[in-house]
């Protein structure tokens, strides 16, 4: 199913050899509320207490355009092709700055999304898919990409428990799909998991449930990465890895 | 992308000091004097995308995908915003640089030629692009005569074809010229010889404009 040799989706990174990139790139997908940045502080705190370097990057963090896209997303401004070549150049100048490097020194690279939700955010709204693949032929292949699936009505409750407030965005509300917020934000929702469902056969995602638990979640997560990093050869992980939460144990 | 819209896009290419820009310029005012709708617009002039590239050159922080990127946002910007929709409204369009100049630049950055093309897939192709042709020479010239301080990226010295910026702004335009060359064909350009004095080359893109393109019907209706 996945490539054994590393690469790019397309037409990759000019002057860039995949194949000196040892490191590892594992992706973890959902929407808001879906328990993502928790699942990744996990996962990190559990790598590095096994002594294993990790990198993080996520989207519209980029040194190059963060705060441009961050003034867009306010004005609701830019067309659509725009916002995606926008969003575009966000994910290359981390993908060259920090994913390509840390990968060449042999990190795990732990990525809050990665192109998926860009495409999926895009081809909701109505984009071509041919256009969005040649466009991410820059991206690398990622050695594992999670997708946590949480029931849309769940990830409403969960957002509010935490702002009690439905984000415009991650609600679809420039889609028209409804005038109410809350409905909106179903339906968008909705919309989004159909989508990364199409996406499915073409990018082998590991779909996780995400409804449970944080720590049944994460076991799952461990599981599938111990077992792609064992795969490799070197990775032993503690037999019986006692706690599931490192971060307490290092306080 | 193939039907019918009411305006025209007219662009113009070339390399840097071919005087393209002075021409479309004249072009410009000459139309405008006729009472006719005319929208202007220029390469890397978007104000919410300007901002980060200017950040990005001065910082040094663009790669040749990130600068190929950029500029294409830049373009969408000003396309989707104020371009498509003259157009439809029945403008002509004017282009001081269009995606041309990105297939060119990008292209001699190292990016792969197709993924640029499909990255400006969205857009029209202009009904006339005009090629202001200029021996290297003279292109050179005029710029190193006007204005010896090059930029950085302007000078091509993110390629390190040489460590004196004028030296690398001549091998940079060479590249350039080279990819223009190719595109003649490819995409029907209309080529003005640059040597000519600017009269004669405007007198031949006015002769060029008025022939292709029905002038009259571009104008604004009066109200009486």
Redesign the interface.
Known sequence: MRPQERCFY??G???TDPATLTGKLVVVEGADGSGRSTQIRLLRDWLEGEGIPTADVGLARS???S??LE??KLGN??????M???Y??DF??QL??IIIPAMAAGFVVLADRYIYTLMVRDLVRGA?PA?LQ??Y??ALVPDLVFHLRVAPRKLAQRTFRKSSELDFWESGMDLGLSRDRFDSFIRYQTLVQRSFATMQDRYHFIEVNGNRSPTLVNRQLREEIAAMLRADGGFEPVPNAASYRPSARLL | MDTELPGRLIAVEGLDGSGKSTQIHLLRHWLEQQGIRVFFSEWNSSVLVKSATRKGKKRNLLTPTTFSLIHATDFADRYERQMLPLLRAGYLVLADRYMFTAFARDAVRGVQPNWVRSLYSFAREPDMTLYFRAPLQVALDRILFGRPQLKYHEAGMDLGLADDPVESFRIFQGLIMAKYEQMIDEYGFDVVDATQGAEQQQAQVRDLVSSRVDLPSYRWRRSR
């Open positions: 397309g037409d990174i000019v002057r040194m190059l355009v705060a441009e003034q867009a401004v830019l067309g659509r092709t725009t995606s070549l926008f575009a150049t290359a100048d060259e700055n071509d256009w040649c466009l032929g820059i």
